[in-house]
């Protein structure tokens, strides 16, 4: 494949990346006026958003299994196609179960794009697999800057929720245009090719270290995510502006994830993660310590940690694991998806049930809020812990493996 070829496919996969960020924001940020305007508690506001998060990783699974004989252009336009169809659905939705609806198909079209573009951009840059993920996935922190600052600059204008969701639509058009446009890799042709292939990248799936990796998944995500999701929720009343915190920490991300490479040759993929989940942990413990002012520092911390997660997990696998292909990536993604979608419902019962505890001894709104989002912020910090142990043991064991290594090549 030619070299401008390569960049046009590259840029194609991060517009859709950026459409599928700005469904997060946007979704963040308008969860009160859903609330509001359908007389919904945080519960089912909780429900809404697990259907984003379990049409992602069914969409993973099904393109993880189909991309050697559909091939990424194919999944690319099905994300569109579900992307176009979501966005309208949910524009005209009349409560709570047209929005369930409509926020699945959003959901399965973002998974559609990570099924489509995670391989595709770790076949066309197979020299440098995790950098170019870390850097394609700067437009998923890209994309939640551009739609937290959106949703903030229609919301203070007064403009309604539906508003805010048709902007999406025009990038959609974008990545849409440009996918149908462009000539792609041609995916495995030659059936017994195709049958082998499928069979070696299941067969990857049930080594311990791709399901250690898939167990980690779910709590890098579900850190990263679950918190960011509800973000507008747990920091109301914090002092501070939730959609300025979000954009503040997607913009570090961003920043950070561009120039990933020099900080994965400096400690490789398991070092990073392992300080990553340090200093995340730290992050959210400080968020649900800090009011005013102090929650914008204590957010730098938790974007901080949380930047490298999701690509160079990825990228571990990619290299790591190659013989488990596209599919490894699909099912790696999917399983952090479908972990938020399931945990996405019980931070909204936690929510509701924390503001009922408080409320009992307090009257005042504004206190009552503010302890239930650090509440709710205190039970997420468990999830990075957890990671520490997990990638510290991974790291140590991997550094004593490669001791191992120099030592025999020396004797």
Request: aromatic share 12%; glycine share 10%; net charge positive.
């Amino acid at each position: 494949m030619q070299q401008h070829s390569t960049s046009r496919l590259f840029s194609a996969c991060c517009f859709a990346l950026i459409v599928t960020a700005m469904t997060f924001a946007i979704r963040a940020g308008i969860l009160t006026q859903l609330g509001k305007d359908f007389l919904l508690s945080d519960s089912q506001l909780g429900w809404i958003n697990a259907m984003a998060f379990l049409g992602f990783p069914i969409a993973t699974i099904l393109g993880g299994l189909l991309y050697n004989s559909l091939g990424a252009k194919k999944l690319l336009v099905i994300a569109f196609s579900c992307h176009l169809f979501g966005l309208v659905f949910t524009i005209f939705a009349g409560g709570f179960w047209t929005l369930l609806i409509s926020t699945f198909f959003i959901g399965f079209a973002n998974g559609a794009v990570e099924a489509g573009a995670n391989p595709l951009i770790a076949n066309i840059y197979h020299q440098q697999k995790t950098t170019m993920l870390n850097r394609f996935h700067v437009w998923f922190p890209g994309g939640i800057v551009i739609g937290a600052i959106a949703s903030k600059l229609m919301t203070d204008a007064g403009w309604n929720w539906q508003a805010q969701i048709a902007i999406m639509l025009l990038p959609a058009l974008v990545y849409g245009v440009m996918v149908l446009r462009q000539n792609f890799p041609q995916p495995v042709a030659h059936q017994n090719q195709l049958e082998t292939s499928t069979a070696t990248n299941a067969k990857a799936l049930l080594s311990p270290l791709f399901l250690l990796m898939v167990a980690c998944m779910t709590l890098t995500a579900t850190t990263e995510l679950g918190t960011q999701q509800w973000i507008e929720r747990i920091l109301g009343a914090s002092g501070a502006s939730p959609m300025l915190i979000l954009a503040l920490i997607t913009g570090l991300m961003a920043v950070g994830r561009y120039f990933a490479g020099g900080l994965i040759r400096r400690f490789n993929s398991v070092g990073v993660l392992f300080y990553s989940a340090i200093i995340a942990t730290l992050g959210i413990y400080a968020m649900s310590q800090s009011t005013g002012v102090f929650v914008y520092f204590s957010a730098v911390l938790f974007a901080l940690g949380v930047t490298y997660f999701w690509p160079t997990m990825l990228g571990f696998v990619a290299e790591t694991i190659p013989q488990s292909g596209a599919l490894g990536l699909s099912v790696l993604g999917g399983a952090g998806m479908f972990a938020v979608s399931l945990w996405n419902p019980v931070i909204g019962s936690w929510i509701d049930n924390a503001r009922e505890n408080i409320s009992a001894v307090t009257n005042s709104g504004v206190q009552t809020e503010l302890l239930v989002g650090q509440q709710v912020l205190s039970n997420l910090v468990l999830f990075p812990l957890v990671l520490i142990l997990c990638f510290g043991l991974l790291y140590w064991f991997q550094s004593k493996k490669n001791s191992l290594v120099i030592a025999t090549e020396k004797g």
